[in-house]
C-alpha cells in the first residue's frame, strides 16, 4: 500500500538550533502534504498545507516564521522548526491525499525534544 | 469552536465484546468521514471511512455507521480484541481539498 515516510522519526535539539523534518510520499506523487502537531494527551491539529509549487498555508495561530515549510517535489515536504523552544517539544506528523487511490495516509510521526 | 466531537476521552471493554465509539460533527459541509487508530509515538494509521451517500459500511470487524440528520457517527469493533487498544480519532473532510478536521480522540482499552 501506499507509504509516507518521516525523517527523523526522533531528535533531540538545544534550545536555539533549528531541526529539519522531512515528509516523502514513497510510492505516490502528492502536491499537498499536510503538517500536524500533538501534544500529549490531545487530539491532532494541522499546522499547516504544504503546497507543491507554491507558498504553504498556516493555520491560525501557527507562525509562518517559526515552522518553515518547503514542498521541495511533488513526493517531498519540509518542515523546519526555527530557534527551537522547550515549548516546541512535541510530536509531529506528515500526511499525504494519494488522489489516484482516494485516501490520506499519514507518516509514523516524528517526536521532538528540545532542550 | 470544535467542529468535531468524541465525547468520551476513554473507553474499556472486555474482550470479545462490542466497542462502540462515538463522533459528533457540526458543519454540514462535511461529506466523508474517516476513523484512524493511533498507537502512541507512530502516526495514524487508516481504519475505515463513510461517504456522506451512505449510512453503513463494513470491513471485517469494523462497522462504521452514520446519521446525517443527527450529524452523528459511530465506529463498532466486534468482537474486541486487546490489539484494538489505542487511541481512535474520527476525521472529516468537506468537498473543497483535503484537509481533515479530527476529532480529540477516544483511548479504547480492551481487557482480556
Known amino acids: 500500500g501506499a507509504v509516507v515516510s518521516q525523517h527523523p522519526s526522533w531528535v533531540i535539539c538545544k534550545s536555539g538550533t533549528s531541526v529539519k523534518i522531512e515528509c516523502r510520499s514513497l510510492?505516490?506523487?502528492?502536491?499537498?502534504m499536510f503538517w500536524y502537531r500533538q501534544f500529549p494527551k490531545q487530539s491532532l491539529m494541522l499546522m499547516a498545507t504544504s503546497n507543491e509549487g507554491s507558498k504553504a498555508t498556516y493555520e491560525q495561530g501557527v507562525e509562518k516564521d517559526k515552522f518553515l515549510i518547503n514542498h521541495a517535489s511533488l513526493t517531498l515536504s519540509t518542515l523546519t522548526v526555527t530557534s527551537a523552544h522547550p515549548e516546541d517539544s512535541s510530536f509531529y506528523i506528515c500526511?499525504?491525499?494519494?488522489?489516484?487511490?482516494?485516501?490520506?495516509?499519514f507518516g509514523p510521526g516524528t517526536r521532538l525534544t528540545v532542550t | 469552536d470544535q467542529q468535531v466531537k468524541q465525547n468520551s476521552p476513554s473507553l474499556s471493554v472486555q474482550e470479545g465484546r462490542i466497542s462502540i465509539l462515538n463522533c459528533d460533527y457540526t458543519?454540514?459541509?462535511?461529506?466523508?468521514f474517516l476513523w484512524y487508530k493511533k498507537y502512541p509515538a507512530e502516526g495514524p494509521t487508516f481504519l475505515i471511512s463513510i461517504s456522506s451517500i451512505k449510512d453503513k459500511n463494513e470491513d471485517g470487524r469494523f462497522t462504521v455507521f452514520l446519521n446525517k440528520s443527527a450529524k452523528h457517527l459511530s465506529l463498532h469493533i466486534v468482537p474486541s480484541q486487546p490489539g484494538d487498544s489505542a487511541v481512535y480519532f474520527c476525521?472529516?473532510?468537506?468537498?473543497?481539498?483535503?484537509?481533515?478536521?479530527f476529532g480529540g480522540g477516544t483511548r479504547l482499552m480492551v481487557k482480556p
Open positions: 500526511s499525504a491525499p494519494d488522489r489516484v487511490r482516494g485516501e490520506q495516509y
Open positions: 458543519n454540514s459541509m462535511f461529506d466523508y
Open positions: 510510492d505516490f506523487q502528492a502536491t499537498t
Open positions: 476525521a472529516a473532510k468537506g468537498n473543497a481539498g483535503n484537509m481533515l478536521t
